[in-house]
């Protein structure tokens, strides 16, 4: 099996893990709801120069465009996914520690993977299963903190409301995760952005026009700009539910960082969970999932090379190079290991 995706997926997780701890930072200056804002903002304004100085082969245009059927698809996540979930999580972060924040993250993984299985049907074996009972059970042992007195939960209400709207917005950007990656994410970053910054400014919430102004839209291009595209090539290759299996190490990338800068202390607890996370991580990229299946005729665009199995259709140009046109698929059987990814939704 490819394990290309797990980089991509190993990427993006990281990136996004840290926004936490330096958003915390940030919000001693900037309200939660405009720092929703201009993380998204920041996705979009960071991934519009890139296309501007990507070279040729890598432009946006060598990937399948959005069409009219996808918009339903793409509204429901921009509306989980890049308005409520944002807002949710900085209201939330405003009222919890980075570390406590970061951790309480890990249970995206968790919405992702179960709202996959059973409202979208995406299938899911022993070893997924075993995999996020270890990260589960790291996220609950980093968010148990022996020594603290007492417990409010409005924090952590808001980061589960956050992580339940994240996993929706996986699950549906997940339709689309044959798309180009760079156009749904300056989708999501242009609306998402302008929409809880336009909230921000109804509500009378002041946007410091300085250096935090900055600083918000450069970890906002990277915290939620490149690593939702890697994420995409990941759901791509991956499926929702192993997606969101992995990504659960995100959050432990934030904790470490909140540790280092934040200067947020911890117990014991760290080394256990430290031992389930790379469990999880471990019984996942060792699975190895093959059976006969039957691949029907369809014809559809997207990004695609034709060094695969499943495209080996006749193009009036020789390319080496990912590129994107309406292509037709005959009904064929096969058997060969695969994730569940674009062209695999078989049943099982």
Known sequence: MDRKPLVYIL????????????????????????????????????????????PKKHSPAQAARLRKS?????????????VIAPI??????????????????????????????????????????????????????????????????GGPLLIL????????????????????????????????????????????????LDFMLIAALILGAFSYGISLVFFIKALRHMGSSRTGAFFSLGPFFGALVSLLILRESVGWVMIPAAILMAGGVWIISGERHEHPHVHLTTEHSHSHKHDDLHHLHPHPEKTSEPHAHEHVHEEFVHSHAHWPDTGHRHEH
């Open 161 to 208: 409301l956050a992580v339940t709207c994240w996993g929706i917005d996986n699950n549906l950007t997940r339709q689309l995760s044959g798309r180009n990656p760079i156009q749904i994410t300056y989708l999501k970053g242009l609306i998402g952005g302008t929409t809880s910054l336009t909230v921000a400014l109804v509500l009378g919430m002041k946007i410091p």
């Open 70 to 82: 996808d918009l339903p698809w793409l509204f429901g996540a921009i509306l989980a996914g890049g």
């Open 88 to 153: 949710s999580q900085m209201l939330g972060l405003n009222l919890s520690t980075g570390f406590s924040t970061s951790l309480l993250l890990n249970l995206e993984g968790v919405t992702t993977a179960v709202i996959a299985v059973f409202i979208f049907g995406e299938n899911a074996g022993k070893r997924l299963w075993l995999a996020m009972l270890c990260m589960t059970l790291a996220g609950v042992l980093l968010s148990w903190n022996p020594g603290q007195s007492s417990f409010n939960p």
């Open 11 to 54: 990427i993006s997780a990281s990136l996004f893990g840290i926004s936490s701890p330096l958003a915390k930072l940030l919000l001693r200056d900037i309200s939660p709801i405009a720092m929703a804002g201009l993380l998204y903002l920041g996705a979009f304004l960071g991934l519009y120069f890139y296309s501007l100085m990507a």
